[in-house]
Structure formats: C-alpha cells, structure tokens
C-alpha cells in the first residue's frame, strides 16, 4: 500500500460515493466531497457517512461550495463528474487546476483522457503531481496497470468486450432469440440499460475506452472522432441464431493499437475467450514478449469501479 493520500472528491455519483465509503479502508483520508452544486469540506477529514446519508436522503451534500474545494489542502483531487465530449468539461478544467496547483489527480471521467489526451500529458510534465485513470476503462479489471507493467512499447493491439450493457443485450438476444428493442426493455428495466442507452449502445463508451487505450500505446494523438464506431441497435435477432448454428456468436468488440481504434459487431467462437456472458468485459492484451493476456470482470459498478481509483491512489507518491 503506498502513501496514505488527503483525497478531495469531486462527483457524487456511484463511483464518487464509493470512493469515499472505501477510502478508509485504503488508508486514505477523505478532506473534501462535492457534487455539481454543494460540497462539505474539512481539512481534518469529513464525516463521510454523514455526507452520504445526507446526499442520499436528497439534501446538500453540505455547505461549502464545490469550487472551494480547490482550496483546501489535499493530495489527490479525484474527478468522478460524468463524462463528457468535446472539450470534456468541465472535467478537463477540473484536472487542469490540480496539476497547475501541484496536485495529483486520478480520473474515473473518460471524457479528458480520450479528447484531450495530449494536453494533460502537457499539464502533468510541468507539474509536481501526476495523473492516473485505471477507472476509465473497464471497472475494476487491471487493464491500464497490466500494460504499465508490461511496458507500452510491448504491447502490440488490445482488443475485447467493454461495455456490460451492450453484452448484456447480445447475451439475451442469443439465449432467448429475442429482437434487439424487447431486449433493451429488459434491460432497463432490471437496471442494466440507462432510460436513454445511446452511448452504451452505438458504441460511443466502449469506443472512448479503445481511444483511450490507442492513446497509451501511441503516447497520445486519438480521440473520439479518429473511432471507427459501429453500434449494435440494428442487429437482428435471426444474425445472432445463423452464428449459433456455425458455432458463434456475436459480441461489441473493441480494438486499440498505434494505427487507430475500431469497434463495431464482429462473429466470435461461442465458446472463445471473447464470448463473456451477461455484463462481464474481457480485454486480450497482445504482447511481444509475453504473448496473449487476458483479464475478465465487472466492468462498471459503483464500489467495482472506486477499486480502481483507490489502486492508483496507492501508486502515487507522496507529494
């Protein structure tokens, strides 16, 4: 476990919240909470659990506001803000304003990692903290980390399944040889699907993932608009049981190398490493020196996906 870290959290959301419940148990101290309106501030550490309750039960999450929170004294700004496109803010501004202050910040937003990869490369060169974004692709799976240890330069493509949702929905639609917008109902209601799935569904969130992992292995220069993007809406149920009678099936599969980033429907083996079922992700990473890695999981998740921020919260050291 590295250095206990002062975290400043900003986003309130499943992953903002479960970063805060958990921090303790990391050895980390929670200084500040805020969502877009409200924020509780305490350079002594805050009581989360109140803060929590209070968010949960529909009040303020406190009385400060969310920019004071640049004031405080902390380590480690977390921004857990949804993400955005295009000039991603204001998560963007959010990291800006930590590394120029001298502050490490780890993302769990895609949004500045994917369109403005370059620039907080940039900001983290003049900077005394760094950036680290485990939590943008993949949940809790190790993906960022693996091809850290491995070394980028020896990572040739990585290739596989991130998005739960759009699986979940081909994993139906196979077993059950249901059409495409019966499954989506299924899904939203169990929770699975947001009420409005456009992202998860036309590719957009597994694509800013691809991009983002193009832009660790080519040190920069993607983003979303470099994606070959194919969404998975105008499948029809009788293409998933033609694949099921030649023994496949098929998956939203992703793809990332120094070339560029594809993601659409492609044919799988129905009992390859590709075919995870319900709303697993899997990622292959090819490597020149140690071949073919796989890694398999919960791929979203409130306390799934705050396991990530707080493994590279423990990366970072002590400023």
Do not use: C
């Amino acid at each position: 476990m590295g250095a206990s870290q002062r975290l400043a959290i900003l986003g309130a959301g499943d992953v903002g919240r479960s970063v805060a419940d958990l921090a303790s148990e990391y050895g980390h101290e929670v200084v500040a909470l805020a969502d877009s309106t409200t924020a509780t501030i305490d350079p002594d550490g805050i009581d989360v659990a109140a803060a929590l309750d209070r968010k949960l039960g529909g009040d303020d999450i406190g009385a400060d506001d969310p920019t004071a929170v640049f004031e405080t004294d902390y380590d480690v700004l977390v921004e857990a803000t949804p993400t955005t496109l295009g000039d991603a803010d204001p998560g963007f501004t959010h990291a800006k304003r930590a590394l120029e202050t001298d502050h490490h910040v780890v993302l769990a937003n895609k949004g500045p990692v994917a369109e403005r990869y370059g620039e907080l490369r940039e900001l983290e060169a003049d900077s005394a903290g760094s950036i680290r974004f485990e939590a943008t692709v993949g949940g809790a799976i190790p993906i960022l980390s693996t091809i850290e240890d491995s070394t980028p330069q020896a990572v040739t493509a990585v290739r596989g399944v991130l998005n739960g949702t759009a699986n979940f929905i081909l994993t139906r639609m196979a077993a059950e040889g249901l059409d495409y917008e019966h499954v989506l109902a299924e899904a939203q209601d169990l929770g699975v699907a947001e009420a409005d799935p456009t992202f998860d569904v036309d590719g957009t969130d597994a694509a800013l993932k691809f991009v983002i992992l193009a832009n660790v292995l080519a040190d920069g220069g993607f983003s979303l608009e470099d994606a070959t993007v194919e969404g998975i809406q105008n499948i029809p149920g009788s293409a998933l049981n033609l694949a099921a009678e030649d023994g496949r099936t098929i998956r939203l599969i992703g793809e990332a190398t120094r070339d560029g980033v594809r993601v659409g429907p492609r044919l799988v083996p129905e009992n390859g490493a590709l075919a995870v079922t319900g709303t697993r992700n899997i990622v292959q990473i090819e490597t020149r020196n140690a071949g073919s890695l796989h890694s398999s999981g919960r791929g979203a998740g409130g306390p799934e996906t705050a396991t990530a921020v707080l493994s590279d919260v423990g990366r970072l050291p002590p400023l």
